[in-house]
């Protein structure tokens, strides 16, 4: 195929998961290198977000967005830079986010979420995905509109070593509530607990992990951001304060079991504490501009105030992508997982 | 007991129910006539309510209340008439409602959700359990708290032709909401449809009627009212829209399953279709005070208008009551069911 010609690689959904995501569910294929058309323009990849979603997308059934179709190229979020262009809005050069593909080069119009990356100079650009975009902005906007936290309440993160639960954790302090997180190992308890400051961590998979949770949060639960559904769902449900608000964020625990998903038994406990469950979708929020912003300005200046962290597992090649997003559900991942594709270019 | 001196008759919890409330959970006895102390009043009970939530109030476990304990009177929503009082906010003769017991005669100091009845003397005292109260004011918080709804959106209603979910079904209509119903038998959809103006009603007990709701919800669901849980609460989940908004007023298809309930696996819809599931109580309303007196100026007008309707089911005799209460279980109810204790006195 190649023949000194330029070539693309791209990941192609070759089948769909049973279970977790596996490797042999994707492959890798070459292809001409793609020309971008009118008012288009080529976007080399530079890191290649892999995230618990992609397992929603590969299900036979549409979920907050449709399914990747057999065949076809797996959707990421990505981010890249422009390096033939033929559109004025963004020009050779320009770094952008956006929802395209799991490949080495993507032609976009500038639709599906594709936006030029205007980052304080201070901030390296993978942070972009440690503290914006999917990640810290869908804790941001999950806490701020949905959970409404007041200063001493409890609240509890799900999924809390993760990418977006361990950004949700240290907007929680900053908002002054008591923080409780709940993470898969003893290793990612101590980092969320010593590292993020959250005031207790429970590891769910010990045995009396729901009798732990309870004493941990001695005042009840006021709010919880929840990434994990299932169990995790269910005993916090148990835990609830008059009133509370419950944001559902994921339910990692649930994507690999398609039709056979289980509810929390204890759901009803909404009608005994007046309280409330509501999912959502950052790229929601991308329609409000200026509150868009601002979410940006906040993450930006508790980051350069030493109040936020972020970690990056970052997986070297695109050829690595089937196997590396194993790791987001068997537990061996911490903080933000990327492929890196290409080298930065020199920023300006 | 009686010795010519005059008693007072009650039902008390003699046994936690199994499933479904029974009548050899509650004992009938009689006791002497209670005398008020200081600051109390007697009440005459005229109407006992009895209503599913009761179910719950059986539970060992608390729920909203705290559970009734065996041996206690069993608690209920009354209407009486005061009749020897040492309370001043309470005279002699006055019509009070509030959260009592199964008797013939209580004793309060005006605490217990207890108020004087106000009400437009065009309307019938029973009017009260059938517009107001813990029924009327139940369906008039759940959606214009909850729900929010729009003119021209589709709105559902679980238990339709109960007595919540039947005022639910006709302000959705007022609101300028296409409303399908769903109830258990063909009789009650022929009077939700006929009498009460859903634009469509399915009967649950039909073998497809998933799929027959489905089809009576062509553009989807954005609110739902839901009495029931379950089985109603998961099909209605996969039908609703973006940002659809459930009211959980009530579960009564969990109610007698203590350990058993079952929670519905398509939950995590709410993420997909960033939509909210909240529980709500009708008490906590009655703080507000502005809002409560909306409630019933609302209430008053709609039914002096011809714009509602509400449908007793009167049983005659405090005696009747622990039997009365299975109907509301075996889907032989429609309409409010109300125990008759005493005669109305004559209204001034």
């Known amino acids: 195929m190649n023949n000194g010609q330029p070539v693309n690689r791209s990941w192609h959904l070759a089948s769909r998961p049973q279970g977790d ?11 001409a290198m793609p020309q971008p058309g009118k008012n288009q323009f080529r976007i080399r990849t530079l890191y290649l977000s892999l995230d618990p979603t992609h397992r929603l997308w590969t299900r036979e059934k549409a979920s907050y967005m449709p399914s990747v179709k057999l065949g076809e190229v797996m959707r990421g979020f990505t981010m890249g830079v422009v390096e033939s262009s033929n559109h004025p809005g963004f020009p050779t050069g320009a770094i952008v986010t956006g929802v395209l593909g799991w490949e080495a080069y ?37 806490i701020l509109d949905l959970l409404h936290p007041k200063v001493g309440e409890t609240m509890l993160v799900s999924g809390a070593a993760g990418a977006v639960g361990s950004v949700a954790v240290q907007i929680g302090k900053i908002m002054g509530c008591r923080v409780v997180g709940i993470a898969g190992s003893d290793d990612k308890c101590q980092w969320v607990k010593n590292e993020l400051g ?17 004493t941990a949060c001695p005042t009840g639960v006021d709010t919880f951001f929840d990434n994990v559904g299932g169990e995790c769902l269910e005993a916090v ?9 419950i944001a559902m964020c994921g339910a990692i625990s649930q994507y690999g079991k398609d039709d056979q998903m289980v509810g929390p038994p204890n759901i009803y406990n909404l009608l005994n504490k007046r309280a409330k469950l509501e999912g959502f979708i950052v790229l929601d ?32 090649g695109l050829e690595n992508a089937a196997q590396a997003v194993t790791k987001l559900f068997n537990g061996t991942n ?15």
Not at 21 to 31: K, Y
């Open 237 to 245: 449900l148990d835990l609830i304060n008059m009133k509370a608000r």
């Open 334 to 348: 911490t903080g933000k997982l990327l492929v890196k594709v290409a080298e930065e270019p020199a920023r300006h």
């Open 198 to 214: 959250a005031d207790a961590v429970v590891n769910y998979k010990q045995k009396s992990w729901r009798a732990a949770l309870a």
């Open 285 to 316: 929020y991308a329609a409000d501009k200026r509150w868009w912003a601002k979410a940006h300005d906040d993450m930006t200046q508790w980051y350069l105030q030493g109040r936020m962290k972020y970690k990056l597992d970052i997986v070297d």
């Open 21 to 31: 995501l596996q490797p042999e569910n994707f492959e890798l294929r070459e292809s």
């Open 106 to 142: 993507s032609i976009s119009d500038g639709s599906g979420f594709v936006n030029r990356v205007e980052m304080d100079p201070r901030l390296p650009l993978t942070a972009r995905f440690g503290l914006f975009e999917h990640i810290g902005l869908t804790a941001y906007f999950g």
